[in-house]
């Protein structure tokens, strides 16, 4: 069944991506100070899911790159206490509300990042000249990393 799933297509590409093309972007990245590491994972996610977006969806998303780097810090918080806080609220009813009051606010600023990047999402033309550009910079800046410091 799996192999049939678009989430399961993205899910892996996205994990290919990060694992193999972050690692090799981050360190060319260097010029974009502590922002170079969260930039490569985005676009090593983005390029691992690009064949099944463009087969399935007929698109890559241009401004997902950018919503992933506002969302994902605030939903990596939600995944590392949510569990905790809903096994707490389980177990002690009474505090239920207050210790899933940050998830709530997590999960409500990933929804908002998702509603305003897919209300500006550019369509075609628009969305590859963007990613024309976009790989215009990465190549600049791979360039730049190989050239010697003076």
Same mark, same amino acid.
């Given at each position: 069944?799996?192999?049939?799933? !678009? *989430?399961? $297509? +993205?899910?892996?590409?996205?994990?290919?991506? !990060?694992?193999?093309? =972050?690692?090799?972007?981050?360190?060319?990245? #260097?010029?974009?100070?502590? @922002?170079?590491?969260?930039?490569? %994972?985005?676009? #090593?996610?983005? =390029?691992?899911?690009? %064949?099944?977006?463009?087969? %399935?969806? *007929?698109?890559?998303?241009?401004?997902?790159?950018? =919503?992933?780097?506002?969302?994902?810090?605030?939903?990596? +918080?939600?995944?590392?206490?949510?569990?905790?806080?809903?096994? @707490?609220?389980?177990?002690?009813?009474?505090? *239920?509300? @207050? !210790?899933?009051?940050? %998830?709530? $606010?997590? !999960? $409500?600023?990933?929804?908002?990042?998702?509603?305003?990047?897919?209300?500006?999402?550019?369509?075609?033309? $628009?969305?590859?000249?963007?990613?024309?550009?976009?790989?215009?910079?990465?190549?600049?800046?791979?360039?730049?990393?190989?050239?010697?410091?003076?």
């Amino acid at each position: 069944m799996l192999a049939w799933s !678009v *989430g399961f $297509w +993205l899910s892996v590409g996205a994990t290919a991506g !990060v694992t193999i093309g =972050a690692v090799h972007l981050a360190p060319r990245l #260097g010029r974009l100070g502590p @922002l170079a590491l969260p930039v490569a %994972v985005t676009l #090593g996610a983005q =390029a691992g899911v690009a %064949v099944p977006s463009l087969l %399935v969806f *007929g698109r890559l998303s241009l401004i997902g790159t950018v =919503a992933n780097l506002v969302a994902v810090p605030v939903a990596g +918080l939600v995944m590392l206490i949510g569990l905790p806080a809903s096994l @707490l609220a389980g177990a002690v009813p009474a505090v *239920g509300p @207050l !210790v899933m009051a940050p %998830v709530g $606010w997590g !999960v $409500w600023w990933v929804d908002a990042v998702a509603t305003v990047a897919a209300a500006v999402e550019p369509g075609p033309p $628009w969305s590859w000249i963007g990613w024309l550009a976009v790989a215009v910079v990465v190549v600049a800046l791979l360039r730049a990393s190989r050239t010697p410091m003076r």
